[in-house]
């Protein structure tokens, strides 16, 4: 079937460390989105890619750094340098112009 | 900045009530709009998007939304809900100059006493 799959489900991360969260779609889509869900805030962006190669910063990206080499992926990366990291991180990918975009399952991740 | 708010973060409702949550966005130009619901454990689902035309949307499950543009809203609506709608509802706007972005409004929890 064709979708989104997070990886892993539930992160836990130590104070200073880096945790990465992936991302991967086989729709063929070629916009991919990073969000971060906190309770009472909706769905927040933290960074988005248009296109393999080339991604921009959302309105929250501060703490965070992603890649986007293939077209399938784009993993998260929670530097330490996000002070509040613990939150419900969702990923999403869309194709052209006017189409919805696509949610995976979300990665719960807590600090130790 | 644009912003979209949902008024309601709670609502709990009994089945076969009538149910109206309610969306307003700042963008002052053309968008599209989306409703999307996250039931229990489950990854968010599209429930219904507008983008043109019929500003009466339905979307699956007996949902409809109306786009009043003179009021800028995009409100959910269903005549008569069931325990199986529990779940978070979030409105989204897509200004039509910003490709497939989307902003989301803080979402509405819904809880269907059965």
């Known amino acids: 079937d064709g979708g989104i799959t997070q990886s892993p489900k539930y992160l836990f991360r130590k104070e200073g460390q880096n945790v990465t969260l992936s991302c991967e779609q086989n729709l063929n889509h070629d916009a991919m989105y990073w969000y971060r869900q906190d309770p009472g805030q909706g769905l927040r962006l933290i960074y988005y890619s248009q296109i393999v190669n080339d991604f921009q910063k959302g309105d929250i990206a501060e703490g965070y750094s992603v890649s986007r080499e293939k077209k399938e992926s784009f993993p998260l990366t929670v530097t330490s340098a996000q002070k509040n990291p613990t939150a419900f991180y969702l990923c999403?990918?869309?194709?052209?112009?006017?189409?919805?975009?696509?949610f995976g399952d979300g990665t719960r991740l807590s600090i130790l | 900045a644009q912003s979209v708010s949902q008024h309601n973060h709670h609502v709990i409702l009994s089945e076969a009530a009538s149910l109206e949550l309610g969306c307003n966005y700042s963008?002052?130009?053309?968008?599209?709009l989306f409703w999307y619901v996250q039931y229990p454990g489950q990854h968010l689902q599209l429930l219904l998007k507008y983008f043109s035309g019929d500003p009466l949307v339905k979307g699956i499950k007996g949902f409809e939304a109306e786009f009043i543009k003179s009021k800028f809203s995009f409100n959910l609506r269903k005549p008569s809900v069931q325990w199986s709608d529990t779940a978070e509802y979030f409105c989204?706007?897509?200004?039509?100059?910003?490709?497939?972005?989307?902003?989301f409004g803080g979402g509405t929890r819904l809880m269907v006493k059965p």
């Open positions: 999403a990918s869309s194709g052209t112009v006017n189409q919805p975009q696509h």
């Open positions: 963008y002052g130009g053309t968008v599209n």
């Open positions: 989204a706007v897509n200004p039509n100059n910003a490709g497939n972005m989307l902003t």
